[in-house]
T-cell receptor, first 113, second 112 residues
């Protein structure tokens, strides 16, 4: 079975600084997808960034980028120029073509003004 | 805009009653949808996979007779919590697959 591990229950960052959230996963599949989702207090899940396992290039979305290390089964999220609106719970997730996702336990990010 | 809607967003019911939650795909048909449950400050746990026109597939430990799933149309899946009890109080989220799963806004269930 696939597992996703987020080892940082809580993280904090100063506004305008950079923070990295860690995620490791375990799978025997070769074709899969990895995601980072943001869940603000409204609890609406918001897709932050997506990475296809077959792509070597790390995905980027504006201030958000990932460091995807397939051999190490590591998928960290870097948030640059942190903003107050980035404060939320962040979930790392694994998905295959079957469609259902396996989520990590989440990391609560606090942004200090 | 939102591609998945859920109704209701919040429901309070008495113990022993049944509650139906609707999950609707707004932009295109969804033959497969997913139901998750999330307790406060915890992760999302997959409950079941809803398949249009056939029986849902439940995850281990989820009681299929308690959590009834119906996916009668290509845009609507429903989750009915039967004979709800206080321990069923939780946040229920549906989703469909896409470029990254698309999630509904969730339904907060409080059972008194």
């Amino acid at each position: 079975a696939q597992t996703v591990t987020q080892s940082q229950p809580e993280m904090s960052v100063q506004e305008a600084e950079t923070v990295t959230l860690s995620c490791t996963y375990d799978t025997s599949e070769s074709d899969y997808y990895l995601f980072w989702y943001k869940q603000p207090p409204s609890r609406q899940m918001i897709l932050v960034i997506r990475q296809e396992a077959y792509k070597q290039q790390n995905a980027t979305e504006n201030r958000f980028s990932v460091n995807f290390q397939k051999a190490a089964k590591s998928f960290s999220l870097k948030i640059s120029d942190s903003q107050l609106g980035d404060a939320a719970m962040y979930f790392c997730a694994y998905n295959t073509n079957a469609g259902k996702s396996t989520f990590g336990d989440g990391t609560t990010l606090t942004v200090k003004p | 805009g939102a591609v998945v809607s859920q109704h209701p967003s919040w429901v309070i019911c008495k113990s022993g009653t049944s509650v139906k939650i609707e999950c609707r795909s707004l932009d295109f048909q969804a033959t497969t949808m997913f139901w998750y449950r999330q307790f406060p400050k915890q992760s999302l746990m997959l409950m079941a996979t809803s398949n249009e026109g056939s029986k849902a597939t439940y995850e281990q430990g989820v009681e299929k007779d308690k959590f009834l799933i119906n996916h009668a149309s290509l845009t609507l899946s429903t989750l009915t919590v039967t004979s709800a009890h206080p321990e069923d109080s939780s946040f229920y989220i549906c989703s469909k697959s896409g470029r990254g799963q698309f999630f509904g806004p969730g339904t907060r269930l409080t059972v008194l």
